[in-house]
C-alpha cells in the first residue's frame, strides 16, 4: 500500500503564497508521475514525472512551480500570486509502481484546503 499525505495548506491573502507538500509512503518501487489536482471545479493543476517533466494548467502558469525530492518521495507546489479562483482542495495524485511483483496504479491523498481571499 502506498499512502499520500499534503500539507500546507492555508487561508492568505490575494497576491500572496503557499508552498504545498505531498509525502508518499509504502511499498514504492518507483513513482512514474506525481501532481495536484484542484477540487473547484477539479482540474489538473500541475504534474512532474521522475525525469522532470512537467506539465501546468494554463491559468497557473508562470504562477505555480512544481517540484519533486526524489530521495524523499515528496512534490512540492510554490503557489505564488495567488488568485480567489484558485481556492479549493488541493489533491495529490501520484502513479506508482510496488512490489515485487509490479504493479501501477494511482493513489490520491486525502486533500488540503487552499483559502485565497480577495
Known amino acids: 500500500q502506498v499512502q499520500l499525505v499534503e500539507s500546507g495548506g492555508a487561508l492568505v491573502q490575494a497576491g500572496g503564497s503557499l508552498r504545498l507538500s505531498c509525502a508518499a509512503s509504502?511499498?514504492?518501487?518507483?513513482?512514474?508521475?506525481i501532481g495536484w489536482y484542484r477540487h473547484n471545479p477539479r482540474e489538473l493543476v500541475a504534474t512532474i514525472t521522475t525525469g522532470g517533466a512537467t506539465d501546468y494548467a494554463d491559468s497557473v502558469k508562470g504562477r505555480f512551480t512544481i517540484s519533486m525530492d526524489n530521495a524523499k518521495n515528496t512534490v512540492y507546489l510554490q503557489m505564488n500570486g495567488l488568485k480567489a479562483e484558485d481556492s479549493g482542495v488541493y489533491y495529490c495524485?501520484?502513479?506508482?509502481?510496488?512490489?515485487?511483483?509490479?504493479?501501477?496504479?494511482?493513489?490520491w491523498g486525502r486533500g488540503t484546503r487552499v483559502s485565497v481571499s480577495s
Open positions: 509504502g511499498n514504492i518501487f518507483r513513482i512514474d508521475v
Open positions: 495524485n501520484a502513479e506508482v509502481t510496488s512490489g515485487p511483483p509490479y504493479v501501477t496504479r494511482p493513489y
